[in-house]
């Protein structure tokens, strides 16, 4: 088969090379893809990734048998819709159900309606009135962007003053465009947090291996918010009796609502779970793979990633046998200085062979190629992906990858898996 990945960051680095050691994939092609991408693919650039038309135009053109989405912009416009219209099978969600990650509203409400878990919340569309809610409220509360804001437009406000600022950052000064003319306040969640995927064809759900990713820029989970600085999986904070309890409360009820509502869903389901003193609540889903979740779970499915997502779209989920490793998986994302504030680009890149010689999966996010040298070309720069049959040995492999590599203003986190390194040392 001929398949088709739609995107150019980590996630689909990852995904595409996966797919590409399918002995079902006969040819891969990636839109944009980025210059890592064309070891397993043929990357086609100049088209507009919010453009349907050209996107199926695309795949017809290059006879593609499957297509695989990987950001929440073309999901949440429709591209899955566009591609079947056309006759062409693609995996990923429709746009009505895709709206559970395009509107932090809507998904909140069909949390409320149906009974899932999760945080209390008010949304509003006026500053003044946000502002009055959350000096009633107090602090710490969890100010979001109701939109589509890239991972980052969530503020957990330890104090009322960071809470008001949120406010006027999203609202007034439109920090995530129309992203934020509307926000949901939550209340804070204690506990900690973990990401489950499942794959879903709209009936049955096959969880994935949970894992949990690093949002805050420094060590110690400081700082603002990022797209994801590291990642690893499995989590322990996700236990079977955890996993099974968030399948029935959580992953179950919303696939099941999302069918009553007319909005079946089919895909990759990411829930973002908070694991408290209550049992798992969900913080938010989205639509599709994570990144940086993605670089550490399909290291570690033993099956074939084709098969999977075509019995995803078939409908045909429940005949599917899916076989994990039992290995641990680590990714340390290296990033370009000043992330995810302003940072310069173009800086060339030296030591990736020399990690993956090492043993390392190096994951292309933000790069680019000039003169025919990689080069920064993005916050994210690069995930650092290493594998081993504890923690320990994953997480010592990645930075020793990490160690290899170099570029300018060169940064990343010291103290990735931490919660799960500490509880081993318990």
Known sequence: MNILVIGGGGREYTLGWKLAQSPKCTK??????????????????????EDNAALVKAAQQYAVDLVVVGPEVPLTNGVVDAMQAAGIRAFGPSKAAAELEGSKSFSKSMMKKYGIPTAKYEVFTDADAARAYVKEQGAPIVIKADGLAAGKGVTVA????????AIHDIMEDQEFGQAGSRVVIEEFMQGEEASLL?????????????????????????????????????????????????EKEV????????????????????????????????????ARFGDPETQVVLPLLDSDLVDIMLACV?????????????????????????????????????????????GSL??????????????????RVLGVVAKGTDIRAAVDKAYQGVAKISFQDEFHRRDIAHRALERMQK
């Open 28 to 49: 891969l092609y990636a839109v944009p893809g980025n210059p890592g991408m064309k070891k397993f693919a043929v990357c086609l650039e100049g088209i507009d990734l």
């Open 158 to 165: 330890q104090t009322e003053d960071k809470a008001l600022a």
């Open 198 to 246: 499942a794959f879903t064809d709209g009936k049955t759900i096959r969880p994935m291996i949970p894992s949990q990713d690093h949002k805050c820029v420094y060590d110690g989970d400081k700082g603002p918010n990022t797209g994801g600085m590291g990642a690893y999986a499995p989590a322990p904070v996700m236990t079977d009796a955890l996993i099974a309890r968030a």
């Open 251 to 286: 992953l179950q009820p919303i696939v099941a609502a999302m069918a009553k509502e007319g909005r079946p869903y089919k895909g990759c389901l990411y829930a973002g779970l908070m694991i408290t003193d209550e049992g798992p609540k969900v913080v938010e889903f989205n």
């Open 314 to 358: 078939d409908g045909t989920l429940d005949e599917q046998d899916i076989q994990w490793s039992k290995d641990t998986a680590v990714c340390v994302v290296m990033t370009s200085g000043g992330y995810p504030k302003s940072y310069q680009k173009g800086y060339p890149i030296t030591g990736i062979e020399a990690a993956e010689k090492a």
């Open 362 to 379: 190096v994951v292309h996010a933000g790069t680019a190629e000039k003169d025919g040298q990689i080069v920064t070309n993005g916050g």
